[in-house]
């Protein structure tokens, strides 16, 4: 497992647009052209996607799941991260930048 991620809860995401993703019917199905590996996620991941086609700082991200899901933020703020740090990972989202930086 890598633990030297770069995102924490100041990072701005953003998802690569040169993935191609179709919804089959809660959950996505995406497909990286440049790994030759397809991906898919269920709807909460799906949620997640949705949110990042612009930079979004992962605080903001974290504090919008928190009202749409009713979830505390930090069982949240973990299982969001670990979301982002895999899809860093298999490089389908960028870090943009830091908040305050």
């Given at each position: 497992?890598?633990?030297?991620?770069?995102?924490?809860?100041?990072?701005?995401?953003v998802?690569?647009q040169?993935?191609?993703a179709?919804?089959i019917?809660?959950?996505?199905?995406?497909?990286s052209?440049?790994?030759?590996?397809?991906?898919?996620?269920?709807?909460?991941?799906r949620?997640?996607?949705?949110?990042?086609?612009?930079?979004?700082p992962v605080?903001?991200?974290?504090?919008?799941?928190?009202?749409?899901?009713?979830?505390d933020?930090?069982?949240?703020e973990c299982?969001?991260l670990?979301l982002?740090?895999?899809l860093?990972?298999?490089?389908?989202i960028?870090?943009?930048?830091?908040c305050g930086?």
């Open positions: 497992m890598v633990t030297d991620s770069r995102i924490h809860v100041a990072s701005i995401v998802r690569r040169d993935l191609l179709t919804p019917g809660d959950d996505l199905a995406m497909l052209v440049e790994r030759g590996c397809y991906y898919y996620m269920n709807s909460t991941g949620r997640v996607w949705s949110m990042l086609t612009t930079a979004i605080s903001e991200l974290c504090e919008a799941l928190e009202r749409e899901y009713s979830v933020p930090i069982t949240c299982e969001v670990s982002l740090r895999d860093e990972r298999e490089r389908l960028v870090v943009a930048g830091e930086a």
